[in-house]
């Protein structure tokens, strides 16, 4: 009797384990999405990226010039005729003749100005040409609102930020009044030639600024001067974060919550590559002040200021004076922080990492998952970083990332529930093909997935400008929803119970088969 039993239990247990297996495999089975919202979302994704490359002229308010920063260490040249030779003019109505970048010809050539007025730490240059469309006395006004400016705001405010201009290489003309040269050229910039001994130096610290520019953008090019005195060889994406920055420091954002112009367009596009700079659009410059703006805000000013004088370049310079300063902390987790900060902007969880105190800066791009799994193809540009976030979370949920495996994938997941919040990253992939993270939680309600393709180690400067490299992962995730898991406990209940009732059946037959036979 006991064998018999025993018997039709284990029979009973391993169709019952079958069953299961079934039920489970067409349950998952049905949880993951067809080809065709795949598709749609690689369409919008290639449209998105060509319209960023189509509208970012409209954007671009500071664009500054990149051009002849290209041509610093030409030789040394031995003809004066090239060569300024007019110095220390402190006379409103003085006149001078500078080099001047062309950016159609890309070439330089000599512009006729006039001194229009003398500031304690500045000399007002406007362009002849733009003295005759304003008329004397409206230029001559011009100049002298700038000249204040300059002296009571932003000098004092650039030089507490950045150091005195002198930096390393001294004063190239022994005045230490800067030369602003205000010219109908619709683009700002500052061109270090003008302090070296070079062709086509204006032998002098000046910087050039289109007269009808907005005020900030002095700031932004007087930070470039004085970085520019200590060192020359800054990859664009720190240089620009913090002249940017100088622009906040000075107090000119405020109107604007805080945010630089491109702030807003960068939220919308946090695919662009922190690290590689764009000629074509100003979108990085929102990425480069946010970035120095979270430094600023989480470790303190004096970080930005000693980047200035850091030997080192780009993450390795950011490296080594936040770690000097006490900070237990490598780029690519500053880097990591930084993308769920600009995901989440939440405070008061995590010692504050996750959000700002100052401003207001939340991603606006992202791709909402409705369904309750998902499997989509996303492309990574280096630096760059993608958002998925989950509609109607689950409390459990597998997370799979598919990747090649000499890529590195920085991977924040992020989500809410009964006990608050909870950040869980991942860095050091390389060598694998594959990231599985298991998420549980208590009353699940918010949930991003933030995925970035990064370099394994400090990355070192960008050896190009442009839109850098890129690859593409698949993610998976995976979630068991309260919708089904009821049908499958009913349906095993079910089975349950009839392999209950026919195990009893069996059980009686024999029984009395047996007591028949005695």
Known sequence: MKVIITKICSRIVNTIILIFLLVGTSTSSSMFIGNEHLFNYQFNQQLKESSLQKDSGKYDILQQSNLPRKNYFYP???????????????????????????????????????????????YIYMEDYCIAELGEQAAAIKGENICTEFDYTIYPQIIDLAGHPNGTLGDIDGDPRIIILLSHNPISYYDQRNELQLEYSNQCEMFHIYYKTWIPTIAHEFHHLIWFNNE????????????????????????????????????????????????????????????????????????????????????????????????????????LNWITALTLDKLGFKNNLYGFENLDARVTKYS???????????????????????????????????????????????????????????????????????????????????????????????????????????????????????PFLTISGSFTLILFVIMIIIINKKYKLKKQNN
Request: aromatic share 14%.
């Open 76 to 122: 040394p040249s031995n003809n004066n005729q090239n060569l300024s030779q007019n110095k220390n003019f402190n006379e409103i109505g003085d006149q001078r003749a500078f080099w001047v970048w062309d950016f159609n010809t890309c070439s330089y050539f000599k512009m006729n100005a006039t001194l229009v007025s003398i500031g304690e730490n500045c």
């Open 232 to 335: 020359m060889d800054e990859p664009h994406f720190t240089l620009e974060a913090l002249a940017e920055y100088a622009m906040y420091h000075a107090g000119y954002l405020a109107p604007y919550n805080n945010l630089n112009p491109q702030s807003g367009l960068f939220l919308d596009h946090p695919e662009d590559s922190l690290l590689y700079w764009n000629m074509l659009n100003s979108i990085d410059y929102g990425g480069a002040y946010l970035f120095a703006f979270y430094i600023a805000e989480h470790y303190g000013v004096d970080i930005l200021r000693n980047l200035i004088t850091e030997t080192a370049d780009g993450a390795y310079g950011i490296e080594n004076v936040l770690q000097r300063a006490g900070n237990n902390i490598t780029f690519n987790e500053l880097y």
């Open 368 to 486: 909402l998952i409705r369904e309750s799994s998902l499997s989509d193809e996303v492309k990574l540009y280096y630096y760059g970083f993608h958002v998925h976030k989950l509609q109607s979370p689950s409390n459990e949920c597998t997370v799979e990332i598919r990747k090649d495996i000499d890529k590195t994938i920085g991977l924040s997941i992020v989500f809410h529930d009964a006990l608050g919040w909870h950040v869980y990253q991942n860095l050091h992939n390389r060598g694998i093909k594959l990231i599985t993270e298991d998420i549980s939680g208590s009353e699940i309600d918010e949930m991003y997935i933030i995925s970035s393709y990064i370099f394994d180690q400090t990355p070192p400067p960008p050896p190009e400008n442009g839109l850098g490299p890129f690859t593409y992962i698949k993610i998976i995730i995976d979630t068991i929803t309260e919708g089904s898991l009821i």
